[in-house]
């Protein structure tokens, strides 16, 4: 009989190291001729190198592909209506076909990465969102073009779960969430301004040529996924399959890129049932008792978060263009304008994530707030332009830097047997939120007081958001902390 080290919530939260007794394991035995290491301390001694920022630069994409997609349909939608000559309900069902194909790809990626290895998702994922992009631009119809941004959905919405874990197994504890925070940085910024420009430089006379601006979309996404073939299999998820000389050469060409030097020995740790667990196991884990309270607060954070999100953003070309009287161009302008309150919200998150996760989300959930009651006071009341610009900085600051804090929460929280399912069950969440505000914006859009209740929803579903995000138990922030292996290590192991 062995012991074992894990950890368990004291009466404040926190967590505490306990010892078990646990029954003998034979990954875990110090292998012969030589020293021995632990991942945490290979990642440590590594550090922070060149390796990291390419990383960064690459998962960035991810946010990338989702951001500009809401953005660039955002644009092109009212186009599309015109040329398809579709109606009402048929406008709002195309805003929620990319939420429908996200969702789709959260659940399938994310137990397919959980199960076969981060690579197979990472490279995969931007590889289907380039082709079926591409395919959207050549649509000969309505019924076609839904079918394809559904299937280039797919794609997008693996990504995100699928590059923030195998990015967080990568990264030292010092300065994680900070790191996080830039890649938000890294995908918003440029997703942002490159779908203002392609809408500015893609109307001409007064008319959107939504094709070449969906075709134009795809071009990062299939750049990107050659790039993604340099990228190593994560080693910690290597090592929870005891493939330990895989995950020590992983760790020694990481140690390379950042021109350090590896650990010498050979690499320790506790091999699990990835290989074997199904994934209605790995959904059960994620509602055991040991992170119960914190997954369902994740759910919803998750849910308002991008209602509001993707139906505000959905919403500001329109009221631009009805409530202001602006023209498609000018519309395009106003808009890129506003993403400048972007820099100041992820500037403040990058220094806010690492005093406390759950207080700073919750402020920058209020922003947002504010900033949605304020535009909706600038395009419905006061119909002023400079007001309404104004107001759509300081939603997006609040927009943005809640969304980079909350996706470090959702990746940190959940160990790697399940890391990557379970993010990609609150994504599930968060594009059913965008599904349903597109339908009902789109809906109820023809009517101004009924545009009008649905930014005062909005405004709502951010402050509700603020709730769960301050009653987050305190073993789910995990500032100056590793993240975790196994569900076991959150609580005493029975023997």
């Given at each position: 009989?062995?012991?074992?080290s894990?950890?368990?919530p004291d009466?404040d ?8 007794p646990?029954?003998p ?6 292998l012969?001729?030589?020293g021995?290491?632990?991942?945490e ?8 190198g060149r390796f ?5 630069i690459v998962?960035?994409?991810?946010w990338f592909?989702?951001?500009?997609e809401?953005v660039?349909?955002a644009f092109?939608?009212?186009a ?7 109606s ?5 069902l195309?805003?929620?076909?990319s939420?429908i194909?996200?969702?789709?790809g959260a659940?399938?990626w994310?137990a397919?990465s959980d199960?076969?290895?981060?690579f ?6 931007t590889?289907?969102t380039f082709v079926f992009s591409?395919a ?8 076609v073009?839904l079918?394809f ?9 693996g990504?995100?779960p699928?590059?923030?874990a ?17 890649v938000?940085g ?6 942002l301004?490159l779908g203002?420009l ?7 006379d ?11 979309e795809?071009?990062?996404a299939?750049?990107f996924t050659?790039i ?8 910690r ?10 995950a020590?050469?992983?760790l ?10 590896a650990?010498?020995?050979h690499?320790?740790?506790?091999a ?9 196991a790995?959904?059960?884990?994620i509602l ?6 914190t997954?369902?607060?994740?759910w919803?954070?998750?849910?308002c ?12 070309p329109k009221?631009?263009e009805?409530?202001?009287?602006l ?5 395009s302008l ?6 400048v309150?972007?820099?100041p ?5 990058f ?14 959930y209020?922003a ?9 006071v600038?395009?419905m ?5 400079e ?5 759509s900085m300081?939603a997006r600051?609040?927009m ?5 804090i909350?996706?470090t ?10 890391r ?5 069950t ?9 599904a349903?505000?597109t ?8 009517s101004?007081?009924?545009a009008a209740?649905?930014?005062s ?9 603020v709730?769960p995000?301050?009653?987050?138990p305190a073993?789910?922030d995990?500032?100056?902390?590793a993240?975790l292996?196994?569900?076991t ?6 023997v």
């Amino acid at each position: 009989m062995t012991m074992a080290s894990a950890e368990e919530p004291d009466g404040d939260g926190n967590l505490l190291a306990k010892t078990q007794p646990r029954s003998p394991d034979t990954t875990s035995e110090v292998l012969p001729g030589g020293g021995t290491f632990t991942f945490e301390q290979a990642v440590e001694q590594i550090g922070f190198g060149r390796f990291h920022v390419f990383l960064m630069i690459v998962c960035g994409f991810g946010w990338f592909a989702e951001i500009l997609e809401l953005v660039v349909l955002a644009f092109v939608a009212p186009a599309i209506q015109s040329d398809l000559n579709l109606s009402s309900v048929e406008y709002g069902l195309l805003g929620s076909s990319s939420f429908i194909g996200m969702a789709i790809g959260a659940v399938f990626w994310g137990a397919l990465s959980d199960r076969f290895g981060r690579f197979i998702g990472f490279t995969c994922t931007t590889a289907m969102t380039f082709v079926f992009s591409v395919a959207s631009a050549f649509a000969p119809n309505y019924g076609v073009l839904l079918l394809f941004r559904i299937l280039a959905c797919v794609g997008v919405g693996g990504t995100l779960p699928v590059d923030y874990a195998h990015l967080v197994e990568f990264l030292p504890v010092k300065g994680r969430g900070r790191n996080m925070a830039i890649v938000d940085g890294i995908g918003v910024l440029p997703a942002l301004f490159l779908g203002s420009l392609l809408a500015y430089f893609g109307t001409v006379d007064g008319t959107t040529n939504w094709r070449l601006i969906l075709g134009v979309e795809s071009v990062p996404a299939g750049i990107f996924t050659l790039i993604r073939f340099f990228i190593p299999e994560s080693p910690r998820y290597l090592l929870n399959l005891n493939r330990r000389e895989e995950a020590t050469n992983v760790l020694r060409r990481v140690a390379r890129m950042c021109g350090k030097e590896a650990p010498q020995g050979h690499l320790v740790g506790h091999a699990t049932d990835l290989e074997t667990r199904n994934p209605l196991a790995r959904f059960r884990e994620i509602l055991s008792p040991e992170v119960r309270s914190t997954t369902w607060r994740i759910w919803l954070m998750a849910f308002c978060a991008q209602f509001a999100s993707a139906g505000f953003v959905f919403a500001m070309p329109k009221l631009f263009e009805s409530e202001l009287g602006l023209p498609p161009k000018k519309v395009s302008l106003m808009i890129l304008l506003g993403v400048v309150g972007v820099i100041p919200g992820l500037v403040i998150a990058f220094f806010a994530i690492e005093w406390s996760r759950k207080k700073s989300v919750s402020v920058f959930y209020l922003a947002s707030a504010v900033g949605v009651a304020l535009f909706a006071v600038a395009t419905m009341a006061a119909g002023n332009v400079e007001f309404a610009v104004a107001a759509s900085m300081v939603a997006r600051g609040g927009m943005e830097g809640m969304f980079s804090i909350l996706n470090t929460i959702r990746v940190e929280v959940y160990p790697t047997t399940n890391r990557i399912t379970a993010m990609g069950t609150s994504q599930v969440f968060y594009n059913i939120g965008g599904a349903i505000t597109t339908l009902i914006f789109g809906a109820m859009s023809g009517s101004r007081t009924l545009a009008a209740v649905c930014l005062s929803i909005y405004a709502g579903a951010y402050a509700l958001s603020v709730l769960p995000a301050l009653t987050l138990p305190a073993k789910s922030d995990y500032a100056g902390r590793a993240v975790l292996d196994r569900i076991t290590q959150l609580v005493p192991i029975n023997v």
